[in-house]
């Protein structure tokens, strides 16, 4: 018996689907067959929601970037951390959200991460990460917690930097952190 569900459910659950299945085993190793064959609806169906292979790979990048660009912004809401922990979260935030930290155990992965998938969002992902350190810049050179002469400079150089390193295969969590307090000058292991 077929299950008929709201359209926009079903749609969710192909781009949820996909964007499991790609950062699995990558775009190019994913056929859309694949994607329909686990959802269990017919491949038809599929090129109802979309047109193209292409056009699920840019649903699935909005679905990660809208994932991470709402977790993010909420670290800023969090007045009852201070500036070390929030940056740590939004570091943590990004990891898990791609697939490179797996929620659960707290450790860095690499099988689950798709470079490919990286690269169609870098760019989108760079400002966004670029924007929320911003703020949490602002308010930690406020507060006392940081003392960087061009902190927006620092920033953007911090970022660029860590998302090259990040698509050429970097994926180990303290290797970042210790980047991100060795670039905002903070004291060793204060970003946990």
């Known amino acids: 018996m077929r299950i008929s569900k709201p359209r926009e459910e079903r749609r969710q659950e192909i781009v949820e689907t996909a964007r499991e299945l790609f950062i699995a085993q990558g775009i190019d190793n994913?056929?859309?067959?694949?994607?329909?064959?686990?959802?269990?609806?017919?491949?038809?169906?599929?090129?109802?929601?979309?047109?193209?292979?292409?056009?699920?790979?840019?649903?699935?990048?909005?679905?990660?970037?809208?994932?991470?660009?709402?977790?993010?912004?909420?670290?800023?809401?969090?007045?009852?951390?201070?500036?070390?922990?929030?940056?740590?979260?939004?570091?943590?935030?990004?990891?898990?959200?791609?697939?490179?930290?797996?929620?659960?155990?707290?450790?860095?992965?690499?099988?689950?991460?798709?470079?490919?998938?990286?690269?169609?969002?870098?760019?989108?992902?760079?400002?966004?990460?670029?924007?929320?350190?911003?703020?949490?810049?602002?308010?930690?050179?406020?507060s006392g917690a940081l003392n960087i002469r061009h902190p927006e400079l620092m920033v953007t150089l911090i970022i660029q930097g860590l998302a090259e390193l990040i698509g050429n295969g970097l994926r180990e969590r303290s290797v970042i952190l210790d980047l991100i307090e060795q670039g905002l000058n903070l004291p060793e292991n204060s970003l946990q």
């Open 30 to 142: 994913t056929p859309v067959s694949q994607i329909v064959k686990t959802v269990g609806v017919a491949q038809g169906l599929f090129y109802y929601y979309f047109k193209s292979k292409d056009e699920i790979i840019a649903a699935v990048a909005d679905h990660i970037m809208d994932s991470i660009e709402r977790s993010i912004n909420s670290s800023l809401e969090r007045k009852d951390m201070g500036f070390n922990q929030r940056i740590t979260m939004v570091v943590d935030m990004f990891l898990a959200s791609f697939g490179i930290l797996d929620e659960g155990t707290g450790k860095v992965t690499s099988l689950v991460y798709s470079s490919q998938l990286y690269d169609i969002i870098k760019a989108r992902l760079t400002n966004t990460t670029t924007d929320v350190i911003n703020a949490l810049m602002a308010e930690g050179t406020s």
